[in-house]
């Protein structure tokens, strides 16, 4: 049946793919929050490792999306690989080196003769939870504003700035995004460690977690704000029939009145996000990161969508029009996309072994007891 299938909706549901996955990563972005909440709420050396385990259980997951989101680009989409990650490489090696840092910190922070002292390692993860999600949340608000490239008739790609790629920070709406999403990821860590952490004993150590996640959140929301109106307003660069990129007035709202469940998607994420902190920091729960994240994987999904879909250019370019790229001319071949498609259908299960592996490591909130051994981070 697969097999029938044409190659524009193919190409949809690869959007789609690349759209989940990209969503679930902000979603499992808690860890960075959390890393960048370490000097903010752990006010001692027990309190600090109690933070770093908790989240040293699920570090490899968001470094892993990561991964399968760049692969699922470079597989379903490859022109747009080739063209971001060989013009705009600045950007990503910098969001790699953050990650790599991430890794070697929770290796090394407790290692027997560490000469750097764990306030180095430290460092290092407060770069990857605030310097790393910034940089992504640049690059994903060049869907929208675009960048610098253009494509050759062999596709060769030329970068019209000598920052490559680094110039998308200095964007006010891909940096009021990047913020919003440092932000937010700060919110679902505050939620996700009040969730796995027991604070038996430590009244005064819950109280600063939760009020975090509220400080946070209070802070997102003038971000959260800008984004949302430029979206109504900004133009977008929209494709016609021919494939002729032009810019259209009020593309991204044309977006969401032409597709209506997108913005139900919009409105129940973020009412979803509202009631993790609220249950979080005023009544006392501890199950605001389902909310919270289930809302993120939303309006992750939604800016995705708003960027491909309805005859939109995802990877527009500022300085030629005609080089921007869609979801129908940077995709692979019918052929790959449909062999993908097939592999693709074993997704459920390794996600239903993921939440399996994920209750089981959870089944227990991490207390004190667990932080003084040899395994800890």
Known sequence: MIGNLDLMTLQQIWWLLVSV????????TFVQGGQSLLWQVAKNDTEKALVINSLGRKWELTFTTLVLFGGALFAAFPKFYATSFGGAYWVWILILFTF??????????????????AWTYELFLFINGSVGILLIGAAVGTFFTGSNFILNDYNQVSWMNSLLGLEAAFSLFNLSLGLFLVFNARVLGAMYLVNNIDFAAMPEFESRMRRSCM????????????????LVVIQGYGVDENGVVA???????????????????????????????????LKGGTRGIWFGGLGTVLVG???????GYNNTAFYPSKVDLQS???????SSTHYTLTVMTYVAMVIPF????????????????????????????
């Open 21 to 28: 996955v990209g969503s679930l990563f902000l979603f499992l």
């Open 301 to 307: 999904l939604t800016v995705f969508f708003l960027a």
């Open 100 to 117: 790599i840092v991430q890794a070697v910190s929770y290796e090394f922070r407790k290692k027997t003769g560490n000469l750097y002292g």
């Open 215 to 230: 400080v946070n959140f209070l802070c997102s929301l003038p971000f959260l704000l800008y984004i949302l109106v430029s």
């Open 324 to 330: 921007s790229l869609t979801i129908y001319n940077a």
């Open 350 to 377: 390794v996600l239903a072994y993921i939440a399996y592996v994920w209750k089981l490591m959870d089944a227990r909130k991490i207390g004190i007891s667990d932080v003084t051994g040899d395994k800890a981070y």
């Open 247 to 281: 810019m259209v007035a009020f593309k991204y709202f044309k977006n969401l009145a032409a597709m209506p469940h997108v913005l139900v998607m919009l409105l129940a994420g973020l009412l979803l996000v509202i009631w993790g902190v609220v249950l979080t920091s």
